[in-house]
């Protein structure tokens, strides 16, 4: 299954619409989780998301894409979304 992966368009934009509109919660951190403040940008946990698509048009910044679709420049924002929840 693909999953979906937030890229750097998200760094200075950081605005949570994604996690209103995410069925299983699998995009962090939220804004009242501790870490928000500090984190440059929202992630999404490559376990848990389902690929529904339901974050994307969601985005104001196009910054969500689908894994097989990362634009060539962002690829290395899939590894980074992995490992923010290790
Ligand atoms: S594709 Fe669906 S499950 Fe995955 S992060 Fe986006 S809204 Fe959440
Ligand atoms: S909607 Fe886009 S810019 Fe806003 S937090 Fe989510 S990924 Fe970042």
């Known amino acids: 299954m693909a999953v979906y992966v937030i890229t750097e368009p998200c760094i200075g934009t ?4 994604c996690v209103d509109v995410c069925p299983v919660d699998c995009i962090h951190p939220r804004k009242d989780e501790p870490e ?10 490559p376990d848990e998301c389902i690929d529904c698509g339901a974050c994307q ?3 104001p910044v ?3 894409f689908r894994d097989e679709d990362v634009p060539e420049q962002w690829q290395k924002y899939i590894q980074i979304n992995a490992d923010h929840f290790k």
Do not use: G, R, V
């Not at 950081?14 to 619409?17: C, I, L, Q």
């Not at 928000?36 to 946990?45: G, N, Q």
């Open 14 to 17: 950081k605005d949570t619409a």
């Open 36 to 45: 928000y403040e500090s984190s440059e940008m929202l992630y999404i946990h």
């Open 57 to 59: 048009p969601a985005c």
């Open 62 to 64: 196009e910054a969500i």
